[in-house]
């Protein structure tokens, strides 16, 4: 039997929470071929012109060879460790190296993809070239568990823990040198900033020089707030304050904002602004619960509860809205009867995991093999399109430089774990 991981479990249980309980599982196909995707029933043709907004990209990443040698010394993987898949036109399954990749286990910036992968006898970080296919190894122990990555500019975040659930030490891998920083803090190359804090840390968010993420402290029972660590200013500042029976959690950051789910009754999407020091909630509109919000430049989307009766556990009718600061005026990407969660934003672009063809869209306690798909919205058109449907389970969405980036499994098994990461084309006008 597979173990799986605490942050497969934390995971699952937010699908369960915001879809009614429903529970992922991958199934497999084979083959491949980089230039296809086969949409099944879609609902609207993918290759329909759609408005497309010019997206600002970064100067991509120069850096030397990477070093393996002083990482690791046993087994190294020379080829593809799984099935390549022909997921169809406009479509890649871009990581074949890895084994098992968790969620909010990959990060992407300029044309460069870098994941954490898991096995029985060791954990890795990879980083895929998008622009050549080229993936290769970076780091590997045998015995520690890597965590969370998050990726922006040279610099790779990651987890590194050998005592779960017990505090989980932050590494740096600077791609132009090869190595692990030393940082100030702690001792060389651990980023120790949590001496105080001796809960779970989770979802973690890089923007230039500042991380933000969620942690806790024993007196806090278990609750969460966000805290960002400055890199430039190596200071770590609180960011959100609640009450002790609430908690905050799921930060993004872009530039001088950070957004994050404040957990009470209901859950509410906050606002910080880094300049000002100023907190305001998103939307004052209606008591539903609206929760995992994205953000880039001033837009940000969210899932909201607003059209299902009960809020967030009495349904799983969820949807995904947006709007754009300071003056938030939220409107709808998608409000059709069934599930919607795990929204993604660039640009015009919104996408996210989508019940809507799966045999049951609101969730269900029961597991089964379902089909969970990616859909896509465009800002500009106002118009929602199929953005891949295999007949299996796919989640977890990233929108980059105009392509959408999700986890499936590319081989047989219908309760397999998600292994491989795969890229959609979004179309442009």
Not at 1 to 17: A, D, N, Q, T
Not at 167 to 194: A, C, H, K, Q
């Amino acid at each position: 039997m597979v173990k799986l991981s605490y942050k497969v479990v934390l995971f699952l249980s937010f699908l369960i929470f915001s879809c009614g309980k429903q529970y992922v599982f991958i199934i497999w196909e084979d083959a491949y071929n980089e230039d296809k995707i086969d949409v099944k029933d879609a609902r609207v043709e993918i290759s329909e012109v759609i408005d497309k907004k010019e997206i600002d990209t970064n100067d991509r990443i120069e850096h030397s060879d990477i070093k393996m040698e002083d990482n690791f010394e046993a087994f190294v993987p020379d080829g593809c460790m799984m099935p390549v898949m022909d997921c169809g036109p406009n479509c890649r399954q871009v990581t074949c190296m890895g084994s098992f990749i968790d969620y909010n286990g990959f990060d992407l910036y300029s044309h460069y993809l870098a994941y954490v992968t898991h096995t029985f006898h060791w954990d890795a970080i990879f980083l895929v070239d998008l622009d050549t296919g080229e993936e290769r190894m970076l780091y590997i122990t045998y015995d520690r568990r890597l965590g969370e990555l998050v990726m922006y500019g040279n610099r790779i975040v990651f987890e590194e823990s050998d005592h779960w659930p017990d505090r989980s030490p932050l590494w740096v891998y600077n791609l132009d040198t090869s190595t692990i920083e030393e940082v100030r803090y702690g001792r060389p190359g651990n980023l120790d900033i949590f001496p105080e804090y001796t809960d779970y840390h989770t979802e973690y968010d890089l923007y230039e020089d500042k991380l933000v993420f969620a942690t806790g402290r024993e007196e806090w029972n278990g609750g969460y707030e966000v805290f960002m660590f400055d890199f430039t200013l190596q200071r770590m500042i609180q960011i959100s304050n609640t009450r002790w029976h609430y908690g905050a959690n799921i930060p993004r950051i872009w530039d001088d904002i950070i957004v994050y789910t404040m957990i009470g009754s209901p859950f509410v999407i906050m606002v910080y602004y880094i300049q000002t020091g100023m907190t305001v909630r998103l939307t004052q509109e209606v008591p539903a619960d609206q929760w995992y919000a994205d953000i880039w430049e001033n837009r940000v989307v969210w899932t909201d509860h607003r059209n299902g009766e009960g809020g967030y556990y009495g349904t799983g009718n969820s949807d995904i809205y947006w709007c754009d600061l300071p003056n938030c005026v939220p409107r709808p990407a998608t409000t059709n009867f069934a599930c919607q969660d795990w929204p993604s934003v660039e640009g015009d672009w919104i996408a996210w995991v989508d019940f809507r063809n799966d045999i049951m869209p609101l969730g269900s306690e029961i597991a089964h093999e379902g089909n969970i798909e990616i859909w896509a919205y465009n800002v500009s058109m106002d118009m929602e399109i199929q953005v891949a449907s295999f007949n299996k389970n796919l989640f977890f969405p990233r929108v980059h430089n105009g392509k959408v980036y999700f986890l499936g499994n590319p081989a047989e098994g219908k309760t397999a774990p998600p292994e491989a990461i795969f890229e959609v084309t979004l179309p442009t006008f």
